[in-house]
């Protein structure tokens, strides 16, 4: 196959609810985005990535010859190098899938002529593994070592260690959100009790905030600190021990340059990155080790209104993973 090492590459971040795509250029910049509902179903998923990446390319007046490839990021088990998806409940994609193959066809029907003269190559990833790539590329670390920290439904990371992704054998690397935190404490559905997840995910601070249902539960938490709630300072206190425990692990298993908070519950932004700084610089108060690592400065925020996800699968679509 054909491979044009610096060409454009198209990116695709599919979400359970929608799908992100995004244009890179051969210098690496974000070009153009798209954005769509994810409809469930392999036949949907097909059909909605090729959409959204043949509106790119018609919009940037390219045609599939111009670019390197396309990479897609999802939640599931994906084969990288057979590029199929073993699993996306979030999906609906139960049982294995040429989903490369499938969107190269779809899009070069779907191009009807302007589709140049070789299917465009596609390459899968998982959606946290992507989302890695793309903070390191972003942060203009690319070729370095970090750590991305998803804060969403569940609590997971995915690592980049001298500029590539760590999969681990079994592309189990990164899995922490089922380290026992607490032992003996909340049963987690991994079977375990305890784990890191049940106490450092947006999933567990809606159980502990429940809150007003007309704002997510991490805002509705941090305003009522804000005006001075004790209880919601106790709970936000538990959950931000709980990430700053994260970080430690990744820190002290990988130690990795930068630990990147991702995932819906960062968009609370610069007050989670506060209180998270602060509980690591609390640790560190007793103990010199720990304060001799600098984890406070070594944390931060995934960037605000990028598509770190999709930049980082147009990454993998160029083979930079
Ligand atoms: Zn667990």
Known sequence: MQHQESGWSVGLDI??????????????????????????????????AATAAAQLLTRADLTADDLTGIGIGLPG??????????????????????????????????L?????????????ENDLNAAALGAAHLRGEGGGDL???????????????????????????GEIGHLVYQPGGRPCPCGQRGCLEQYASG????LAWPGPGDR????ALFEAVAAGDEAALAVQREFADAVAAAVRVLLLTADVAHVVIGG???????????????????SARESGFLASMRMAERVDLAPHGVPVGAVGAALVGRKES
């Open 77 to 110: 088990i994906v084969d990288p190098v057979g590029g199929r998806v073993e699993h996306a409940v979030n999906l609906g994609i139960e049982s294995g899938v040429p989903l490369a193959e499938e969107v190269s066809g779809a899009l070069a029907a779907r």
């Open 112 to 124: 009807n002529g302007r589709g140049g003269s070789r299917p465009v190559p596609v390459r899968l």
């Open 147 to 173: 750590a991305f920290l998803a804060l969403g439904t569940g609590l997971a990371a995915g690592l980049v260690l001298d500029g590539r992704l760590h999969r681990g054998v079994g592309g189990a690397a």
């Open 216 to 219: 997510p539960a991490p805002v």
């Open 264 to 282: 819906g519950v960062s968009e609370l932004g610069a007050p989670l990155l506060q209180v998270v700084r602060e509980r690591l610089d609390h």
């Open 15 to 48: 979400g359970g609810t929608k799908t992100l795509a995004v244009l890179l250029d051969p210098s690496g910049t974000p070009s153009g985005q798209v954005r769509l509902p994810t409809e469930r179903g392999a036949e949907a998923v097909v059909d909605t």
């Open 203 to 206: 999933t567990s601070l809606r």
